[in-house]
């Protein structure tokens, strides 16, 4: 099956496609730039879903549901939000078909026009502050704390699977405060949230930081973003939270009445990440071989394959394996298939990203042991099968912190301090990566640098350091260095 | 507060709104026949979601996503469904907005028409076996045992708030097999599913049996259902599992290799609960009071709260209790709140349907002992503090079982036998419920007692006993009784 991956070196962008296709996780649809997400690629979001789901439970958020739709006069409430990014969009201005009159088939009826077009929702804030005005009336009202699970629809020309598609699931949060501190916090609250889940759970490392005015989400004051890079040396935005200040809130004229009984606008925040992180995630750990899912998020964690083929005696004690494995927590399956050799099951599940392999054979039961292979290194070594639960979870805690380590190590390696233009434009062609270097804060050189490059800042850190410099464009005097790449 | 909520003698239907927006369940929305889930009204679904989706998955279903939109062209394919419901739909004709050269606002981009419009589903066979196509070849693809969890779309004109809503969530399964037979049991699996979880879960008693042709689902062969039976005497269709033949392999043309290498089409099942369960189990339940859950879906089990009001001592108390409880999987919450007496705070829990209270006071703690409200029966008891986990989760059991009872015993004598037209409209208009009376088979008939008297067939009993009789309206022979109801 390998085989039929392209190879990384060869074609980036090609491999990626490959890989998504032959471990079965995505597949195109009749829909052009909607995808279907198949079993084996739904199952890793649904892993996603449920520690996010947690992490943001943990941190005093409950999940309501807000229609799909919103009236098209609501997204011309926020001048910037509408400028920003509300016009690819899908747009329902009929409610009712009706029996071809003219021959077979179905057609819309012209008496079914709407009134008013409804927007299949791109995002959430304008349907979500139009409701909140009927919910707040006084600080003790505040804060609300409010997550959905939902699809969105951007209507997006160039298309690639989980990374950017017309239809995507996501969550997005959208959260109401007394104060501008208390909004603050809370954005910054959710940021550390998705980079302690890129960390910890994607193994995927991120910088945590801040956007660029240019780069803000359209109608936030500030917009904090965690950034990935992938293996091909582009950038990937990850996950972004944005303290909106009061610009909803004047938009939907959402008041309160303070502790002081005086009445002010109401703070927010909004922030979200969606089915890209399953890009991402793919991005990061992947080879020419197939998928490699770190442990955490991999719906089968341990796969147990029977040599050459499943019989009573192996099974038997495959039973017994996996009933210590589940006891540790561990996800397990046995390969019952008789048919398939297991060269072929081995490549398969290699495909497939499965972290841990165990090959149980004759010689292994009359030895006592097994046979475990990794999918991160593809090394192998034989296991004493007594407390072989133990020695599983260990080993995937160690796949786990492997593969943090190494994609830290890829990202240290591909990011470069540059202090001029010429060798900003060497390195991104030819090493790619984060680069580190000087801007003097204005639009105008971020936009001149991208035109000039296609590199755009992905974020100012938020362990920038206070340094002196030059810009690269510009040459006028910086502050502090911010970090430029190419990204998806 | 329970003074707001009308009685349901007086009006039943505004006595479900009442509830409904006082337990804070819902909201409308902006979008015409669109509701906001609120948290508390999302909590429920999630719990629902959470047991089903354990349910499916222990019957061997894995989930997946498939697109939202439709093409049109697509629902014309098979004949049955299009005529059956897919009219009422929303429709997107156009992909983008600019802004208005007219004045101030967006306007729908009159050069982005697409060339098929996109129909937001209103149920996934089209798109979802128009997919499958290319995803079966041979009998050792199948079966494909999917879930999906969405939303869907149907433009109702008459809505209320979880029973009929243009938006509702819902999941689908779409099965696909390699027999007729296997086809059929798995439908009956999931009708089995269903029924179990409506009793156990919902404590909601239902009537399994079979739909005639005239209420099947558009495109199936054989529809089966589970039907409760409302306060009001209504029926509500709770849950729908399909037997589609080879229908929709046949409009898609998704044909397989058997065992025996020859082409065959593929059989199907789809089936369906959706958000109108929360809606079910309100109305089950539910008394002047205000909402009752059944503690299995309540997503608070137990609320402590301390009398007169909380301070250091009663709440270290009140900490020890949450521990204690939440060992026993208990999901509790303390009220800490300083300002609103006790007896509000009762009566906005009883409203909520929290149940079970417990009054912590310092009587209580001198005596060792707890008060704790049922709000099932709204009797309450002093019960000594130690062991207290065990007690309370005893008592839950009590009152989930006593819900089921309760409902049970409603249904029981709301149920009666009939022979003749006349005493069928007396006991419709009067008493209500279920009516099990003699069908002579026809859709003819049915469609004359639905006119006459507005009540349809919700079902043909899975346990029906052969009887011969006389049809009550053409006065042709009948074989066995039927079920009549007015519903929801």
Not at 374 to 394: F, H, M, S, V
């Amino acid at each position: 099956m390998a085989k039929e991956i392209t190879p990384r070196s060869e074609n980036y962008s090609q491999w990626y496609l490959d890989i998504v296709k032959k471990a079965d996780l995505a597949d195109n649809s009749a829909v052009r730039g909607c995808m279907v997400i198949k079993p084996s690629g739904y199952a890793i979001w649904e892993n996603m879903k449920a520690q996010l789901d947690k992490m943001f439970k943990d941190t005093g958020h409950v999940n309501a549901y807000f229609p799909l739709f919103i009236p098209k006069s609501f997204l011309s409430k926020e001048a910037d939000h509408v400028e920003g990014f509300a016009k690819e969009c899908a747009v329902v201005t009929h409610h009712r078909l009706m029996n071809n009159p003219n021959g077979p088939g179905v057609v819309v009826d012209p008496e079914a026009k709407l009134e008013e077009e409804l927007i299949v929702r791109p995002t959430s804030e304008t349907i979500i502050w139009n409701t909140y005005r009927d919910w707040i009336q006084s600080y003790r009202d505040l804060p609300l704390l409010i997550n959905q699970w939902a699809n969105v629809v951007r209507w997006e020309l160039r298309t690639r699977p989980f990374l950017r598609t017309a239809e995507f699931l996501w969550q997005e949060g959208h959260t109401a405060h007394a104060s501008k501190k208390e909004a603050e916090e809370e954005a910054a609250i959710i940021h550390e949230v998705y980079a302690r889940f890129a960390e910890d759970y994607m193994a995927m490392p991120v910088v945590k930081g801040r956007k660029t005015a240019n780069e803000r989400f359209a109608g936030a004051e500030e917009t904090y973003t965690i950034e990935a890079l992938m293996q091909d040396g582009k950038a990937l935005q990850a996950g972004t939270s944005h303290f909106l200040g009061q610009n909803f809130a004047k938009a939907f004229d959402v008041k309160y009445l303070t502790e002081a009984n005086k009445e002010d606008f109401v703070w927010a925040t909004s922030w979200g990440v969606s089915t890209r992180l399953v890009g991402g995630m793919i991005m990061t750990h992947s080879d020419d071989e197939g998928l490699v899912l770190p442990p955490r998020l991999a719906p089968i964690q341990v796969v147990i394959v029977p040599i050459p083929k499943p019989n009573g005696e192996l099974l038997e004690v495959a039973d017994k394996i996996v009933a210590e494995l589940q006891s540790h927590g561990i996800r397990v399956k046995v390969d019952k298939d008789k048919k398939k050799r297991p060269g072929f099951k081995f490549a398969e599940y290699e495909m497939r990203g499965v972290p841990v392999r165990l090959g149980l054979g004759k010689r292994d039961l009359e030895n006592n042991t097994i046979e475990v292979a990794r999918r991160d290194t593809k090394t192998k070594e034989q296991l004493p099968l007594e407390n072989l639960g133990a020695q599983i979870e260990k080993l995937l805690e160690d796949i786990q912190n492997n593969l943090l380590q190494r994609a830290k190590d890829f990202r240290s390696e591909r990011t470069t301090v540059v202090d001029d233009l010429d060798t900003f434009k060497e390195i991104l062609e030819n090493k790619g990566g984060f680069i580190s270097a000087h801007w003097d804060g204005t639009t105008e050189s971020e936009l001149k640098m991208k035109e000039l490059t296609t590199a755009t800042i992905r974020c100012i850190p938020n362990d920038q350091e206070a340094e002196s410099g030059k810009d690269l464009v510009t040459g006028k005097e910086s502050k502090g260095r911010v970090l430029f790449a190419k990204a998806y």
